[in-house]
């Protein structure tokens, strides 16, 4: 198989070839390897490549296949995890410099889950450490360009799961939302990647950004897909507290269903100012779409959003500063130096964290410490309940809610070097999901004029990514 | 000059579970060798997540009751955030505003009768890992993170040594009736925090400085420390000066405390919600169950004994000593509906029993006696079968053999004798050896009572006492 088939590649197809043994596992996971051999100078979307681990799992599928046992759609399908989940004996770094080394003695159950699938693991995606960022440029390991154009940015943080999957680097691949991860990456690389409700899918091993954000989700070349990984990710785990108890649905099958006479609601305060003119064009050409499938576009309000962005960070910071504190290099992960204990932790979160990851645990220790707390930490979470409202309020209006997934168009690596808000304020349409905890699809609408894909973010209630990928799906095949 | 004592007491309790607080690894790491009992959770490795242990919140929950604290009906955990090599996360998990009890109430005996000591809180944590310096490196043992804490905060309310002793002892029994630890000291499972100042006697308000003392391993200890510092900050106060707000340790067992960390360098734990744990909701209808399923608590064991058996304070202390003790206590009195028996047996049970089982070294379970036999004993010696004496010596090869009283009072013939003949040859014998005995008795009218003693030598303490009693004055009103 070629490249350009291997860019192309669905689940669907990809399993049918296996399933008809017309294709093998190994022959399938050869020819991504020998891609990423290939395009890996250039782009780096891996941190690290699983060669020894994903040939064993192709080899071992062909051979259940042979005995013509019955096998997941997912048996012997080459995928990619973020660097952010753990799996036994592999490197895990989350993107950072501080983590590099540290072999991870045990696996995700994201990692479990896709292993029982027999799925074949390709290797670890680069990321902006930690997630600390929305253009890929923040990896201790490199920037990660975008294949489409390698001078712009893939987006991130799952920079690495976006661009590999552009260039042929595997059929899908798991990445981390914590304020537009998935999302943004999807959108800057035309794919579709959903961000799942808190608590829809375990987050056991996979190291965390911010505990109360983050989610785990699929990245996938369409809608389809997507829900077909969902399928096999989501559940409750006993080695995760926080997931959910509700039922999982048969996602992938409740796809062909008419949206016709579904209302879509489109926040006006995601159409203001500042929206890339491009983007807004292309969301209005999506509404259209959606009128002409049957459904009902309607303007909703969702008056909290101008504070969303200030209430993610500070709770996000919060907690990033907490998570981050066991890395003090006396269990695993590169060593400090120094005579004493306090020396040697000064110097080994010195030189691990990269300026963001410092600038938001000095932000997060602000907004926690005494005198502060209620001013920073509590007074966002009391915004954050507002949001919820807003968008419990909205769902009693619409059934989906629809903005862009970004508010602009790639930019160009190393554009906003300088300007650290200005890309945490990229954030701002993707960012007041993570605090609701309500699940967010990013579906491709179209290009730019340069060429980069627009997307577009579609929002349901807790636990209803049935609808999003529903709606999602109709709008795909329409504009096909 | 005289001081009050302000004493308020942190007890951390490891509660008894078989698994960790937040993870599957052994809790029982005594002994077990270094990092043997861990996990990615325990480690603190990236990813990984807590689960709250069931079981050891339901301890938490029982403790709380016990104490007659409220219970929060909407709970949480939080985290507690802090660097040290031992606590692998970089924050523990612990309970900040909401903990699972809280506002209760414990009476104990002190000088003037009855007090209360308020409970602050009761908490639930997890436990630290271990440093262990040798020489100029540090070793980590992190066997011991994870295990579940009970912590138990009273309110500033004792004001003498003994009280805190009292409590302490108290609390301990109580946590190992309820089964909510083993309550080891030796193993580390109870450890005392104490915060104590001084004031002047007649002073109403709490003093402005606190000191505290951490890591106390044992009650003896703790009784040690506090009249350490009562010296110590009694000298300073003295002087004029007052004493140091500050934490101090301790490097031995002698009660001497060191400074240790100034407290105005304390940490800001920067506590906020545990975003890893959902909050935990209890209904009315659990906080009832664990109440129902407690079993009767020392001090209203002892209450009752002394109330519905007429036991005096220290022979009910003695019993409700363990659960235990007091257990075969009421095996032994089942049926007994006469107090005075009730009393015999429990002196019998308390005096000879216990000290046999002390001096033998043998657990209430490898006993031989029986609650029957325990019984029988007394019945034989209320029936004027036996006499005190031959039960006191008949009762250790009871313990020893698990023979029947009245087995062995057969088989040796140690039956009493009621025979006024034979009992008045011997009295006769008894005055006639003691002539002074008429001459004592014009001081004392009850003199006469050491020549029963005689008299029951003679006869290898067979004799009825009474039989003997009423022969003796017979015999001397003769004279």
């Given at each position: 198989m070629n490249q350009d088939e291997l860019?192309?590649?669905?689940?669907?197809?990809?399993?049918?070839?296996?399933?008809?043994?017309?294709?093998?596992?190994?022959?399938?996971?050869?020819?991504?390897?020998?891609?990423?051999?290939?395009?890996?100078?250039?782009?780096?979307?891996?941190?690290?490549?699983t060669k020894e681990i994903a040939l064993a799992r192709a080899k071992q599928v062909d051979e259940l296949r042979a005995k013509n046992e019955r096998l997941s759609i997912l048996a012997g399908i080459p995928y990619s995890l973020k660097d952010v989940y753990n799996v036994k004996g592999v490197q895990t770094t989350g993107g950072a410099k501080i983590l590099e080394g540290y072999i991870s003695p045990y696996d995700a159950t994201v990692e479990v889950l896709m292993k029982k699938s027999n799925a074949v693991l390709l290797g670890k995606t680069n990321c902006d450490s930690f997630g600390f960022g929305t253009t890929g440029e923040h990896s201790g390991f490199g920037p990660t360009k975008n294949?489409?154009?390698?001078?712009?940015?893939?987006?991130?943080?799952?920079?690495?799961?976006?661009?590999?999957?552009?260039?042929?680097?595997?059929?899908?691949?798991?990445?981390?939302?914590?304020?537009?991860?998935?999302?943004?990456?999807?959108?800057?690389?035309?794919?579709?990647?959903?961000?799942?409700?808190?608590?829809?899918?375990?987050?056991?091993?996979?190291?965390?950004?911010?505990?109360?954000?983050?989610?785990?989700?699929?990245?996938?070349?369409?809608?389809?897909?997507?829900?077909?990984?969902?399928?096999?990710?989501?559940?409750?785990?006993?080695?995760?507290?926080?997931?959910?108890t509700a039922e999982v649905l048969p996602y992938s099958t409740l796809l062909d269903k008419s949206i016709k006479g579904m209302k879509i609601g489109m926040p006006k305060e995601y159409f203001g100012e500042g929206l890339d003119p491009e983007v807004r064009a292309s969301m209005e050409h999506a509404a259209d779409v959606f009128r002409s499938l049957g459904a009902e576009v309607i303007e909703i309000s969702l008056p909290y959003t101008e504070y969303a962005v200030a209430a993610y960070y500070v709770i996000g910071t919060s907690e990033t500063s907490s998570n981050l504190a066991r890395l003090d290099g006396i269990r695993y992960g590169i060593e400090g130096e120094g005579d004493t204990w306090m020396q040697k932790i000064k110097d080994v979160r010195g030189k691990g964290f990269n300026d963001e990851a410092k600038r938001r645990i000095m932000v997060g220790t602000y907004a926690l410490s005494a005198g502060y707390a209620d001013q920073y930490y509590k007074k966002a979470q009391q915004v954050r309940q507002l949001l919820k409202k807003d968008f419990v309020r909205a769902f009693t209006e619409?059934?989906?809610?629809?903005?862009?997934?970004?508010?602009?168009?790639?930019?160009?690596?190393?554009?906003?070097?300088?300007?650290?808000?200005?890309?945490?304020?990229?954030?701002?349409?993707?960012?007041?999901?993570?605090?609701?905890?309500?699940?967010?699809?990013?579906?491709?609408?179209?290009?730019?004029?340069?060429?980069?894909p627009i997307g577009m973010q579609l929002i349901a209630p807790h636990f209803r990514e049935d609808i999003i990928l529903n709606v999602g799906y109709q709008f795909e095949q329409e504009v096909k | 000059m005289v001081y009050e004592l302000i004493i308020g007491l942190e007890i951390h309790i490891h509660a008894k579970t078989k698994s960790k607080m937040f993870c599957r690894c052994d809790a029982k790491y005594f002994s077990a060798p270094p990092n043997s009992h861990v996990c990615p959770v325990c480690l603190g490795l990236p990813g990984a997540l807590p689960v709250p242990n069931k079981k050891a919140i339901e301890q938490c929950i029982k403790l709380s009751l016990a104490l007659g604290c409220n219970i929060n009906k909407f709970s949480k955990f939080d985290r507690k955030n802090y660097f040290y090599p031992d606590l692998p996360k970089g924050y523990q998990i612990s309970q900040y505003d909401l903990p699972f009890g809280y506002e209760g109430n414990v009476e104990i005996e002190s000088t003037a009768g009855t007090k209360s000591i308020r409970i602050t809180r009761v908490h639930m944590e997890e436990d630290t890992g271990k440093s262990i310096h040798s020489g100029a490196k540090t070793m980590l043992d992190f066997n011991k993170s994870g295990v579940p804490l009970v912590e138990v905060v009273t309110e500033p309310d004792f004001r003498e040594i003994k009280d805190v002793t009292f409590f302490a002892k108290r609390l301990r029994q109580t946590v190992k009736y309820i089964g909510v630890s083993d309550a080891d000291m030796e193993k580390g499972q109870m450890r005392f925090e104490v915060n104590m100042s001084l004031r002047k006697v007649g002073e109403a308000a709490l003093p402005k400085y606190k000191v505290e003392v951490k890591n106390i391993g044992s009650i003896s200890v703790l009784e040690k420390v506090i009249a350490y510092e009562l010296k110590r900050q009694s000298e300073l106060l003295d002087k004029g000066e007052t004493p140091v707000q500050e934490t101090r340790g301790l490097r031995d067992l002698t009660g001497v405390t060191h400074s240790q960390r100034i407290k105005e360098e304390s940490n800001d734990y920067r506590y906020f919600p545990e975003p890893d744990i959902p909050p935990i909701t209890f209904t009315d209808e659990q906080i009832f169950a664990n109440r129902e399923t407690m079993c009767e608590l020392p001090t209203d064991k002892k209450a009752r004994y002394m109330k519905n058996c007429g036991?005096?304070?220290?022979?009910?202390?003695?019993?409700?000593?363990?659960?235990?003790?007091?257990?075969?206590?009421?095996?032994?009195?089942?049926?007994?509906?006469?107090?005075?028996?009730?009393?015999?047996?429990?002196?019998?049970?308390?005096?000879?029993?216990?000290?046999?089982?002390?001096a033998n070294k043998v657990k209430l379970a490898q006993l031989k006696l029986s609650h029957e036999m325990l019984r029988e004993l007394v019945e034989l010696l209320n029936l004027g079968k036996i006499s005190s004496t031959i039960a006191?010596?008949?009762?250790?090869?009871?313990?020893?053999?698990?023979?029947?009283?009245?087995?062995?009072?057969?088989?040796?013939?140690?039956?009493?004798?009621?025979?006024?003949?034979?009992?008045?040859?011997?009295?006769?014998?008894v005055i006639a050896a003691n002539p002074k005995v008429l001459e004592d008795m014009k001081k004392n009218p009850a003199a006469y009572k050491f020549l029963i003693g005689q008299v029951m030598k003679e006869m290898q303490g067979k004799a009825n006492p009474q039989v003997v009693d009423k022969a003796i004055l017979e015999a001397l009103q003769e004279k």
């Open positions: 860019k192309k590649l669905t689940i669907s197809t990809a399993s049918e070839l296996l399933a008809s043994k017309k294709l093998s596992s190994v022959e399938l996971t050869q020819a991504t390897l020998d891609v990423i051999e290939q395009q890996e100078p250039v782009i780096n979307a891996f941190i690290t490549v294949p489409i154009n390698i001078e712009y940015v893939p987006g991130g943080s799952s920079s690495g799961s976006g661009a590999s999957l552009v260039y042929g680097g595997g059929v899908f691949s798991i990445g981390e939302d914590t304020g537009g991860s998935i999302r943004c990456p999807a959108s800057f690389c035309g794919l579709a990647g959903l961000k799942t409700t808190y608590g829809r899918v375990s987050r056991y091993g996979a190291a965390p950004y911010a505990s109360s954000y983050d989610t785990m989700g699929p990245m996938a070349r369409n809608v389809k897909d997507v829900a077909i990984v969902l399928e096999h990710l989501a559940g409750q785990d006993a080695r995760d507290a926080t997931t959910g619409v059934d989906v809610i629809m903005t862009p997934t970004m508010p602009v168009l790639p930019p160009k690596i190393g554009e906003n070097e300088s300007d650290p808000l200005k890309l945490w304020l990229m954030d701002a349409f993707t960012v007041s999901v993570n605090p609701v905890g309500v699940p967010g699809l990013s579906v491709p609408t179209g290009f730019a004029k340069n060429g980069l | 036991l005096d304070s220290a022979l009910a202390e003695t019993l409700i000593a363990t659960k235990g003790r007091a257990e075969w206590f009421e095996q032994a009195i089942e049926g007994v509906t006469d107090n005075k028996v009730v009393s015999q047996i429990a002196k019998w049970f308390v005096g000879d029993v216990i000290a046999f089982m002390n006191k010596q008949i009762l250790p090869e009871m313990l020893e053999t698990g023979k029947k009283a009245s087995v062995i009072v057969k088989e040796k013939g140690l039956e009493v004798v009621n025979d006024e003949g034979a009992i008045n040859e011997i009295v006769k014998k």
